[in-house]
């Protein structure tokens, strides 16, 4: 489990999956940057809730819990590439909790993970080049950026860039 001022960050229980399809899964403004599709009904959101739990089972990756409401808001993850060098997996907030300064509680509570608890050297983020409020959080964590690379969108086959950030222990 991870804590910041206003989040918990812990693994998931099947009861959080109507929160996360109300506040994440279906929402196509978190959705655009990201890897995956919309989900599209209550049933489709069960069975990633099960798919979610048994990732989060076995991987660095986590629920995000707002901590006055209790509500699963957003999740996020990492992975290890190398020995010390980690990438995050993705991390996305529902829409209603963007712009309050969660998603920068979010990567330090993740810097603080890889630096203090894995004794990290490297942490690598990305975010498609679009994305401003993500850039803007990796820079105001200290992240510098290190290079772009094109890719093409599998859900759409529509191009787009990946600018990658970097911050070292």
């Not at 630096?115 to 200290?142: D, H, T, W, Y």
Request: hydrophobic share 35%; aromatic share 10%.
């Amino acid at each position: 489990m991870l804590e910041t001022q206003d989040l918990i960050l812990k693994k998931a229980s099947f009861e959080d999956w109507r929160e996360l399809y109300t506040n994440v899964w279906s929402r196509e403004e978190t959705a655009r940057y990201m890897l995956w599709s919309v989900t599209k009904s209550e049933n489709a959101a069960m069975e990633r809730m099960n798919r979610t739990m048994a990732w989060q089972k076995s991987h660095h990756a986590w629920t995000v819990y707002d901590k006055k409401t209790g509500k699963a808001i957003g999740f996020a993850g990492l992975m290890e590439l190398d020995d010390g060098v980690w990438e995050d997996t993705g991390v996305a907030l529902g829409p209603a909790y963007t712009g309050r300064g969660l998603g920068k509680q979010i990567l330090r509570a993740l810097m603080d993970y890889v630096f203090a608890a894995q004794g990290g050297k490297k942490l690598i983020c990305s975010c498609r080049s679009e994305n401003g409020p993500s850039k803007g959080v990796m820079l105001s964590c200290g992240m510098t950026y290190t290079h772009s690379e094109n890719r093409i969108d599998e859900r759409n086959g529509s191009p787009y860039v990946i600018e990658f950030y970097q911050i070292e222990g």
